[in-house]
Each structure stands twice: as C-alpha cells, then as structure tokens.
C-alpha cells in the first residue's frame, strides 16, 4: 500500500471494485425470492384444482365422465387417505358364517 494512500480510501477503492459484484447477489436474491412466491402460488393453485375434482367426483361425476369432459385427473392429489369404495361388511360375524357354510356346517339358528 503506498504510504500516501489511508485506510478510508484504501476501503472505498475496494468497495467500488466489489459493489458491482454485490449487485448480481442482490438481483440473485430478489429473483429467487420472486421464483418462491411463484411456486407458493402455484402450489396453492394445485391444491384448488385438486379440491375442486374432488369435489366434482362427489357431486357425481365419474373419473370417466371428466376425462371425456376434457379434465384429467388432477397430477397432485389432496393430501390424506385415499377414498375406498369397498361394500361394506357387517363385521367378522359374517366372515365366520360365511366361513362355516362353506365348509358344509349349518347356521346356527
């Protein structure tokens, strides 16, 4: 460093070197920023369609019957459990008679 040159000027000189460097980290920063907030509100917009499905579906209307419409089935599903559309039984009671009539025993009465 030359003698006549003091540490005030000699920050500033580093600063002007370095500020166009933090002006890309700053475009970075607020870019990314705006790319979250896309993706939130697509996000949001996911779970909207899915909802709206489903609801068509318990409205009535078939997976079939949408897809003809023009709507396939939404690529993200609710979250939870899946739905089954499964008889229902009347416990393991039935299973037990079912059971014994098969193998050639009577109901009891």
Do not use: C, H
Request: net charge neutral.
């Amino acid at each position: 460093m030359p003698a006549d040159l003091g540490a005030d000027e000699a920050v500033e000189r580093a600063r002007q070197l370095l500020d166009p460097r933090f002006g890309s980290i700053r475009t970075l920063a607020d870019r990314r920023a705006a790319l979250a907030d896309a993706r939130r509100v697509i996000d949001e917009a996911e779970v909207a369609d899915a909802q709206a499905y489903a609801e068509a579906l318990r409205a009535g209307w078939s997976e079939a019957d949408l897809k003809a419409v023009g709507f396939d089935a939404p690529e993200r599903r609710l979250p939870g459990r899946p739905r089954r559309n499964r008889k229902q039984t009347g416990g393991a009671g039935d299973a037990a008679v079912g059971a014994a009539t098969a193998n050639g025993q009577q109901e009891p009465a």
